[in-house]
C-alpha cells in the first residue's frame, strides 16, 4: 500500500547490473568468442584421429580427453561452439524478433487482421515441428541457412501466442488509447507504447525459446537432418558420443556442461538486464 | 453482543531495501461493546493496515512489531498462528470493499455465506441456512428465501455488499471490520447498505470497525472517529465533536475538502455572446455487431442532445452503467455513432478518429479516471509531455524543454518529476501528470472522466481546484464526467442528468438548490450523504421512494 515515492530516475536506472548478471553476460562472451575466433587459435584440429586412444580420459594432450573416434574433444567443442551458438542464437532472436513484431501488429490493428494472423500462426502450429522440419530439409537440403530458417518458422508460434496475449493487455491500458485519439500511427503505437510495456517477459521467453532451439538442434542432428558430419554441433557432440556415458567419460560431460553453461548463461543475463527493476511493473 | 476492544501501541512495519519502516506507528485506542469506531485518513494512512492488524493479520512484507490487541479480554497478537486462524471469520470478521472480487463465481451464494459456520463447526448446515435466511431478512434483501441459490453475477453489487455482510455475522463475532464497504458503490445504491449495515449492526449489538476515506459515510456509522495519517493517529474523539470542533489541524483539512463548496470559473455566467463549441445531436451509440436497421446489438446511448459553449463546464451524472463514458466516448471519437451527430466549432466532426484531421484531434482532448492505466509506465513524464508538443505544434529542442517546464508549473508539479517514471509518483501528481498532457495539446475541449474518484478526498478538491483555475486562465471547456453529484456542482455551469442511456434533464447552476427538479435528480441529491449526524436516519424516515433494485 505505501509505495516508495522516490522513484529512480534515468541515471540510476543505468546502474550497472548485479553479479548473476555479470556473471551470465561473461560466459556468453566467452563462447560467442570462441564460437568466432576460436577455430583459428587451436592447435589441435577436431578431425584429427591421431594415435589416441577412444574415449581416452583428460590428459596433458588432450584436456577434455577423446571422442568416440580418437579426436580431441576441447576441439571438437570449439568447432561447435559455432553451430551450436551462431544457429541457436540466430534462429532464437528470428523467431522472437518476427513472432513479437507480429504480434505487435496483430494487437494494435483491425479485428480481421489480428484473427487471420493469429489463425495463421495456428495453423502452423498445428503442424509437428520435427515433420515440418523434416519436410522443409527435404524440400530445399541441409544447409546452415535452412536450419536457422527452420527453427525460426518452428518457434515464431509460440512467441507470438505469448507477445499477443500481453500485447492485447497493454493494448486496452488508457494510455494507448490516448495515444490513438492523438492520432498516432499504428507503428508509433505498436514501437513506443506497447513494445517497451512487454520486453520484459518477451526477453525472459527468449531464454527459454533458446533452450528449446538448442534441444531441436540436437535432435535435427540426431535425426541426420541437422550439421552434417563430420562437423557437429554440441548436441550432436552429446550423442555421438552417447558410447562414453557409461564411463561417465569426458566426452559426454563436457558437450553436456557446454550446453548447461549456455542456456544458463543466457537465461541469468536476461533476467538480470539493467533497467528490469524500474520497468517492473509495466505488464500487470 | 460485542467484545470490549483495547488496542495499545500497536506498531506495523514493512520491509524495504533501507530496512523496515513503521506504517503504523504506536496506536492506542478502546472500542466500547456495540460501538462502531471509524478509521479515517488517506490511502496510504495506515486504516487498513491497523484493520488487520486487529485481526492479528499483516499483509506481505509486512510484520506486526510491537502493541497488543485485547478483545473481550484475550490478546490476539499473542496466540499462536493456529488460534488466531481460529478466531478469524468467528471472533473477528472481515468485510472487504470489492465484494464483486470477494466471492467466488463458481459457488452459489447460500454456500459462501454458510461457509464460516461450517469452518469453525459452529452449527450444521441445516442450522446455518435457517440464519441466513433471517440474516437476508434483516439486511434486506429482495427474495430473502431463495436469494442463496443465485450466483454471484446474478445480483448487484449492493446485494453482493449485503450478502457479505450477512457471512460476516452468520457467527455472531465479537468485532466486524468494515473495510471500505460501501466505497465501489452508487449513491443511491450506497444509501440503501449503509441502512441495511446500520440496522444489522444496531440489532446485534455487534462491536465494529469501520474503515473509509470518506467523512460524510463515516458520519453516519460510527459512535467515534480515529483520524489517521501516515500511521500515526491525528485525532480521537466523539463523532459529533470531530465533525463540528475538529481540533487537529489535518482533521480541519479533511473537513474542508469534505464540504461542498462552490469554485468559481468567473466567465461563463455571461453567455449570451458566448460561441458554440459543441453540439451534440440526438446522438445514439453503442457495442456489438449492427444490424440491419443500423443499430448495434447493445445500445448505449440513446437520443443524447445538448450544447456547450466556449469556456463553459457541463457535467454529465449518471450511475455506473448510466452511458456517460460512452457518450464521452464518443465525442472522442473512439466508438462510432450509430445515429446523430457532433458539430464542434461549428463543423461536423466525422464519427471515427481515422477520419478526423490533426487538428480537430488536438481540439478535443480526453483525460480519464486511472491515472495509473493512463500515464505509460514504460515513459518519464517529459517523454508523456513532449510527445503531443512534438506531434501536434512540432516543437523540439530548447522551446520543447521550455514548454514542458512551463506545463508542470502550470499543474503545480515540482520540476523534479520530470525525469521520473509515473510509478515514482503520487496518485495526485499523477493526475496532475495526466492533465498537463492534455494541456500539452492546447486543446478547447477537455473530456474529463471521473478525473477525481480515484483519489483521496484532501488530493481531489486540489485536483478540482486546478481544473477550476485552468479554465479561469486558459478559458478552457470541459464536459466533465462524474458519478459524485457534489464533485460536479463544484465545478460545472450546468449538469446534464443521465440514466440507462437517456439524457433526463439538465440542470443549470443558478437552480442546483432550486426546485422542482425530475425524481431522479432529486433521488441522486438526497442520496449524497451529508456531513452532519443524524442525516441517515431522517433519510430512512423521509425516503420511501419506489424500492430499489440495488
Known amino acids: ?284 | 453482543m460485542g467484545a470490549q476492544v483495547h488496542v495499545k501501541g500497536l506498531s506495523v512495519v514493512v520491509q524495504t531495501e533501507a530496512g523496515e519502516r513503521a506504517i503504523v506507528d504506536d496506536l492506542n485506542f478502546s472500542i466500547a461493546p456495540g460501538e462502531v469506531l471509524a478509521l479515517i485518513g488517506e490511502s496510504g494512512s495506515g486504516k487498513t493496515t491497523t484493520a488487520l492488524a486487529m485481526m492479528g493479520y499483516a499483509r506481505h512484507g509486512c510484520r506486526i512489531a510491537a502493541g497488543s490487541v485485547s478483545i473481550g479480554g484475550r490478546d490476539i497478537l499473542a496466540l499462536p498462528e493456529v488460534q488466531q486462524r481460529g478466531l478469524r471469520g468467528r471472533q473477528i470478521t472481515y468485510i472487504a470493499q470489492s465484494a464483486a472480487a470477494s466471492f467466488n463465481p463458481s459457488l452459489n451464494l447460500m454456500d459462501q455465506v454458510i461457509e464460516p459456520a461450517l469452518i469453525h463447526q459452529l452449527m450444521t448446515p441445516a442450522q446455518a441456512r435457517t440464519k441466513a435466511v433471517a440474516l437476508f431478512h434483516s439486511l434486506s434483501l429482495p427474495d430473502p428465501e431463495t436469494i442463496g441459490s443465485r450466483y454471484p453475477h446474478q445480483v448487484s453489487g449492493g446485494q453482493l455488499q449485503r450478502l457479505m455482510a450477512a457471512m460476516a455475522l452468520i457467527t455472531d463475532p465479537d468485532l466486524v471490520i468494515l473495510d471500505e464497504p460501501t466505497t465501489a458503490l452508487d449513491v443511491t445504491t450506497q444509501i440503501e447498505v449503509l441502512r441495511a449495515f446500520r440496522r444489522a449492526v444496531r440489532e446485534r449489538g455487534t462491536t465494529a470497525v469501520y474503515v473509509s476515506h470518506d467523512l460524510a459515510v463515516v458520519a453516519q456509522m460510527a459512535d467515534h472517529i480515529l483520524v489517521l495519517r501516515d500511521g500515526t493517529m491525528r485525532e480521537l474523539g466523539a463523532t459529533e465533536q470531530i465533525i463540528s470542533t475538529p481540533e487537529n489541524e489535518y482533521t480541519q483539512r479533511l473537513l474542508a475538502a469534505a464540504r461542498p463548496r462552490q469554485r468559481d470559473a468567473g466567465s461563463a455566467t455571461d453567455r449570451t455572446d458566448a460561441q458554440l463549441l459543441l453540439e451534440v445531436a440526438d446522438l445514439s451509440a453503442g457495442y456489438g455487431p449492427i444490424d440491419r436497421q443500423g443499430q448495434p446489438s447493445s445500445l448505449i446511448l440513446q437520443d443524447i442532445s445538448f450544447k456547450l459553449y466556449r469556456g463553459q463546464a457541463i457535467g454529465v451524472i449518471g450511475e455506473s452503467g448510466s452511458g456517460k463514458t460512452t457518450l464521452a466516448r464518443a465525442v472522442a471519437g473512439l466508438i462510432k455513432p450509430c445515429k446523430g451527430q457532433i458539430k464542434f466549432n461549428g463543423r461536423e466532426l466525422p464519427a471515427s478518429l481515422t477520419e478526423r484531421s490533426k487538428d480537430e484531434l488536438r481540439r478535443v482532448q480526453i483525460v480519464f479516471q486511472m491515472a495509473d492505466t493512463a500515464l505509460n509506465p514504460a515513459q518519464t513524464i517529459t517523454a508523456i509531455l513532449a510527445r503531443p508538443l512534438q506531434f501536434y505544434l512540432g516543437l523540439s529542442g530548447k522551446a520543447l524543454q521550455q514548454r514542458i517546464k512551463q506545463l508542470l508549473d502550470l499543474v503545480q508539479l515540482p520540476a523534479a518529476t520530470a525525469q521520473r517514471l509515473p510509478g515514482g509518483l503520487s496518485g495526485g501528481q499523477k493526475q496532475r501528470a495526466n492533465l498537463a498532457r492534455a494541456l500539452a495539446a492546447e486543446p478547447d475541449l477537455i473530456l474529463c472522466d471521473e478525473v477525481t474518484s480515484a483519489l483521496d478526498t484532501v488530493v481531489g478538491a486540489a485536483v478540482l481546484d486546478l481544473i477550476a483555475e485552468l479554465r479561469r486562465e486558459l478559458g478552457l471547456s470541459y464536459l466533465f464526467i462524474s458519478h459524485d453529484l457534489q464533485t460536479v456542482r463544484s465545478v460545472c455551469d450546468e449538469i446534464v442528468v443521465m440514466q440507462h442511456g437517456r439524457l433526463l434533464t439538465q440542470v443549470a447552476r443558478a437552480d442546483y438548490d432550486r426546485g422542482p427538479h425530475h425524481p431522479y435528480y432529486e433521488l441522486l441529491a438526497r442520496s449524497v450523504p451529508e456531513l452532519r449526524r443524524g442525516w441517515l436516519d431522517e433519510q430512512m424516515q423521509s425516503l420511501h421512494g419506489p424500492p430499489s433494485n440495488s
Open chain 1, 1 to 284: 500500500m505505501t509505495r516508495n515515492m522516490t522513484s529512480p530516475t534515468l541515471a540510476q536506472r543505468q546502474t550497472a547490473m548485479n553479479w548473476p548478471g555479470k556473471l551470465g553476460l561473461a560466459i556468453l562472451l566467452l563462447w560467442l568468442i570462441t564460437a568466432l575466433v576460436g577455430p583459428s587459435l587451436m592447435q589441435q584440429d577436431g578431425t584429427d584421429m591421431g594415435e589416441a586412444a577412444v574415449f581416452a580420459a583428460s590428459s596433458a594432450e588432450h584436456w577434455l580427453g577423446t571422442d568416440y573416434l580418437g579426436r580431441d574433444m576441447l576441439a571438437r567443442i570449439i568447432q561447435g561452439a559455432r553451430y551450436t551458438v551462431g544457429i541457436a542464437l540466430l534462429a532464437t532472436l528470428l523467431a522472437s524478433g518476427i513472432g513479437t513484431t507480429l504480434a505487435l501488429l496483430a494487437a494494435a490493428s483491425k479485428p480481421w487482421i489480428d484473427a487471420s494472423l493469429s489463425r495463421g500462426i495456428d495453423t502452423l502450429t498445428s503442424v509437428p515441428s520435427k515433420m515440418l522440419a523434416l519436410i522443409l530439409v527435404a524440400a530445399f537440403g541441409s544447409s546452415l541457412p535452412m536450419l536457422i530458417m527452420t527453427a525460426a518458422v518452428i518457434y515464431i508460434p509460440g512467441a507470438f501466442r505469448i507477445a499477443r496475449s500481453l500485447a492485447v493487455n497493454i493494448n486496452a491500458m488508457d494510455y494507448v488509447t490516448v495515444a490513438r485519439t492523438r492520432g498516432e500511427g499504428r507503428w508509433y503505437i505498436m514501437r513506443h507504447e506497447i513494445l517497451p510495456n512487454i520486453i520484459n517477459p518477451m526477453l525472459a521467453d527468449l531464454g527459454l525459446r533458446f533452450v528449446y532451439v538448442v534441444l531441436l538442434l540436437a535432435s535435427l542432428s540426431f535425426l541426420g537432418l541437422g550439421v552434417q558430419p563430420p562437423d557437429a554441433d554440441w548436441g550432436s557432440l552429446v550423442r555421438e558420443n552417447i558410447g562414453a556415458l557409461p564411463s561417465a567419460g569426458a566426452a559426454i560431460v563436457a558437450p553436456a556442461l557446454a550446453i548447461a553453461s549456455l542456456t544458463i548463461a543466457v537465461n541469468l543475463l536476461i533476467d538480470n538486464l539493467p533497467g528490469r527493476a524500474a520497468r517492473e511493473g509495466g505488464v500487470h
